[in-house]
Protein backbone atom coordinates (compact mmCIF):
# COMPACT_ATOMS: atom_id res chain seq x y z
CA UNK A 1 0.00 0.00 0.00
CA UNK A 2 1.24 3.39 -1.18
CA UNK A 3 -0.35 6.40 0.52
CA UNK A 4 0.20 9.77 -1.51
CA UNK A 5 0.04 13.35 -0.15
CA UNK A 6 0.35 16.39 -2.06
CA UNK A 7 0.67 20.26 -1.12
CA UNK A 8 1.87 23.39 -2.29
CA UNK A 9 -1.25 24.38 -4.19
CA UNK A 10 -2.75 27.71 -3.87
CA UNK A 11 -3.69 30.96 -5.68
CA UNK A 12 -1.33 32.60 -7.90
CA UNK A 13 -1.21 35.17 -10.45
CA UNK A 14 -0.58 34.18 -14.16
CA UNK A 15 3.58 34.32 -14.83
CA UNK A 16 3.77 33.32 -11.04
CA UNK A 17 5.38 30.16 -10.18
CA UNK A 18 4.61 27.37 -7.45
CA UNK A 19 5.87 24.19 -6.52
CA UNK A 20 4.05 21.06 -5.93
CA UNK A 21 5.52 18.45 -3.33
CA UNK A 22 3.90 14.88 -3.31
CA UNK A 23 5.10 12.40 -0.45
CA UNK A 24 4.97 8.93 -0.10
CA UNK A 25 4.21 6.85 2.64
CA UNK A 26 6.90 4.17 1.83
CA UNK A 27 10.30 4.15 -0.34
CA UNK A 28 9.88 5.32 -4.06
CA UNK A 29 13.31 4.20 -4.76
CA UNK A 30 11.89 0.72 -6.23
CA UNK A 31 8.55 2.60 -7.99
CA UNK A 32 9.59 3.18 -11.68
CA UNK A 33 7.19 5.69 -12.64
CA UNK A 34 5.55 8.10 -10.95
CA UNK A 35 3.12 11.01 -12.26
CA UNK A 36 1.45 13.87 -11.92
CA UNK A 37 -2.15 14.67 -14.05
CA UNK A 38 -4.87 17.39 -13.50
CA UNK A 39 -8.82 17.70 -13.51
CA UNK A 40 -10.32 21.35 -14.38
CA UNK A 41 -14.53 21.57 -13.81
CA UNK A 42 -16.00 19.49 -16.38
CA UNK A 43 -12.73 18.43 -17.83
CA UNK A 44 -11.16 14.97 -18.09
CA UNK A 45 -8.11 14.29 -16.24
CA UNK A 46 -4.97 14.43 -18.34
CA UNK A 47 -1.21 14.15 -18.10
CA UNK A 48 0.66 16.61 -16.95
CA UNK A 49 4.16 14.99 -16.73
CA UNK A 50 5.78 11.55 -15.90
CA UNK A 51 9.18 10.50 -14.09
CA UNK A 52 10.89 7.37 -14.44
CA UNK A 53 13.49 6.11 -11.58
CA UNK A 54 15.89 6.74 -14.05
CA UNK A 55 15.36 9.92 -14.13
CA UNK A 56 13.47 10.06 -18.10
CA UNK A 57 10.45 12.38 -17.95
CA UNK A 58 7.12 13.08 -20.20
CA UNK A 59 5.30 15.96 -20.69
CA UNK A 60 1.88 16.47 -21.69
CA UNK A 61 2.12 19.70 -24.85
CA UNK A 62 0.38 22.13 -22.85
CA UNK A 63 3.02 22.40 -20.19
CA UNK A 64 5.97 21.29 -21.91
CA UNK A 65 8.59 23.88 -21.39
CA UNK A 66 6.86 25.65 -18.37
CA UNK A 67 6.66 22.27 -15.54
CA UNK A 68 9.34 20.59 -14.43
CA UNK A 69 9.15 16.85 -12.59
CA UNK A 70 11.86 15.97 -10.45
CA UNK A 71 12.14 13.43 -7.71
CA UNK A 72 13.85 12.90 -4.27
CA UNK A 73 14.15 9.09 -3.45
CA UNK A 74 15.63 9.84 0.18
CA UNK A 75 12.77 11.95 0.31
CA UNK A 76 10.26 9.67 -0.90
CA UNK A 77 8.77 13.08 -2.39
CA UNK A 78 8.40 13.92 -5.93
CA UNK A 79 7.93 17.29 -7.09
CA UNK A 80 6.38 19.50 -9.83
CA UNK A 81 7.86 22.75 -10.64
CA UNK A 82 5.19 25.16 -12.29
CA UNK A 83 6.25 28.04 -14.11
CA UNK A 84 4.94 31.03 -16.43
CA UNK A 85 1.54 29.93 -14.82
CA UNK A 86 -1.70 30.80 -17.32
CA UNK A 87 -5.44 30.61 -15.70
CA UNK A 88 -5.75 27.76 -18.03
CA UNK A 89 -3.73 25.90 -16.11
CA UNK A 90 -6.07 26.03 -12.69
CA UNK A 91 -7.18 22.67 -12.09
CA UNK A 92 -7.26 20.33 -8.80
CA UNK A 93 -3.92 18.66 -9.60
CA UNK A 94 -3.43 14.61 -8.49
CA UNK A 95 -0.56 12.68 -7.63
CA UNK A 96 0.11 9.22 -9.47
CA UNK A 97 2.23 6.09 -8.76
CA UNK A 98 1.54 2.07 -9.30
CA UNK A 99 2.56 -0.34 -6.90
CA UNK A 100 2.06 -3.18 -6.58
CA UNK A 101 -0.27 -3.98 -9.54
CA UNK A 102 -2.71 -1.53 -8.44
CA UNK A 103 -2.70 2.08 -8.83
CA UNK A 104 -2.73 4.95 -6.37
CA UNK A 105 -3.77 8.59 -6.40
CA UNK A 106 -2.90 11.64 -3.94
CA UNK A 107 -6.40 13.50 -2.85
CA UNK A 108 -5.34 16.39 -5.14
CA UNK A 109 -4.16 19.69 -4.41
CA UNK A 110 -5.98 23.04 -5.81
CA UNK A 111 -4.25 25.02 -7.81
CA UNK A 112 -5.91 28.61 -9.35
CA UNK A 113 -4.21 30.95 -11.56
CA UNK A 114 -5.72 34.47 -11.95
CA UNK A 115 -5.43 36.48 -14.75
Known amino acids: QVQLVESGGGLVQAGGSLRLSCAAS????????MGWYRQAPGNQRELVAT???????NYGDSVKGRFTISRDNAKNTVYLQMNSLKPEDTAVYYC?????????WGQGTQVTVSS
Open 51 to 57: ITSGGST
Open 96 to 104: HTRFDLRNY
Open 26 to 33: RSIFSIDR
